[in-house]
């Protein structure tokens, strides 16, 4: 095993749950402060961040679901414990705290395994951005995701907003919701691309481990790669894409898996992916 890599299984976190499938492949973030929906503090932000950018060096995590305890996703920034220590902070300090905010997405992005995000009830806010980061979102009828930001005399430009909205769900929604800091509710997230299903409350958490599972069982290097394009393509005229594509798919063309999938084919049966 390459000396970078470590199991993540019995993770320390301590701002938020943290659980492991019995192989390890499938992991799940709780935020866990129900009794005032799950807000995020100065320290779980951090802590966040850092478990993304370590989950590069993981050897066994291959999906990740993050979810929220008692009914609802996530509230954003804690009020009295960010909001209100902000509003007496110079500059500097400001900026270093927006910078950090927005490394917990970056992080997000880079890590490489695909993670689902499981969504109910409250999901504003900072909230509405780790939604946003994930990869896929399930959520159940009852979610109303905010990107309310103006509603508290900010920019709706936050964490990077602004640049990761209208790429999901349109340029018009997505300036819809960041001027106006309303909710969207399930039916809409659904119809307009943000959410990729909803499912019953007492279901959500079980069908997003169900679907982190299906991505950790099937070609993990292979999806990796997928992660890693979806990303990238953004900034590539046609003539990179179609380059970058070739490349990264003949890459994958050498691996095991692919190989595996032949045979299995080949034979009438189903592939057994080792994720190299």
């Not at 300036?175 to 007492?202: I, T, V």
């Not at 590539?236 to 070739?246: D, N, Q």
Request: hydrophobic share 45%; glycine share 10%.
């Amino acid at each position: 095993m390459n000396d970078d890599l470590k199991p993540f299984r019995h993770y320390p976190a301590r701002h938020f749950g943290w659980q492991c499938s019995d192989d390890g492949r499938v992991a799940t973030v709780t935020l866990n402060r129900p009794e005032k929906k799950n807000p995020l503090t100065f320290e779980s932000y951090a802590e966040l961040r850092d478990l993304f950018r370590d989950l590069v060096y993981a050897s066994d995590v291959r999906a990740v679901v993050i979810a929220g305890a008692g009914g609802n996703f996530c509230s954003g920034g804690d009020v009295f414990e960010i909001i209100e220590p902000l509003t007496r902070m110079p500059a500097p300090e400001l900026l270093r705290f927006t910078r950090m905010t927005g490394d917990l997405v970056k992080a997000m992005k880079r890590a490489p395994q695909p993670i689902v995000a499981a969504i109910d009830g409250i999901c504003a806010g900072a909230g509405a951005m780790l939604a946003l980061a994930a990869d896929l979102r399930f959520a159940t009828p009852a979610a109303k995701t905010a990107f309310l930001f103006t509603r508290v005399g900010l920019a709706g430009a936050d964490m990077g907003a602004c640049g990761l909205l209208p790429r999901v769900i349109g340029q018009g929604r997505a300036a819809d919701l960041l001027f106006n800091g309303r909710a969207m509710n399930a039916d809409e997230g659904l119809a307009w691309g943000f959410f990729n299903a909803l499912h019953a409350g007492e279901d959500l958490l079980a069908r997003a481990q169900a679907q982190a599972r299906t991505l950790a069982d099937g070609p993990w290097f292979a999806h990796t790669v997928t992660k890693t394009m979806l990303n990238q393509e953004w900034a590539m005229g046609i003539e990179e894409m179609i380059e970058s594509e070739a490349q990264a798919q003949a890459l994958c063309m050498l691996t095991g898996d692919f190989k595996r999938a032949f045979d299995a084919f080949a034979a009438k049966g189903k592939p057994l992916f080792e994720g190299n």
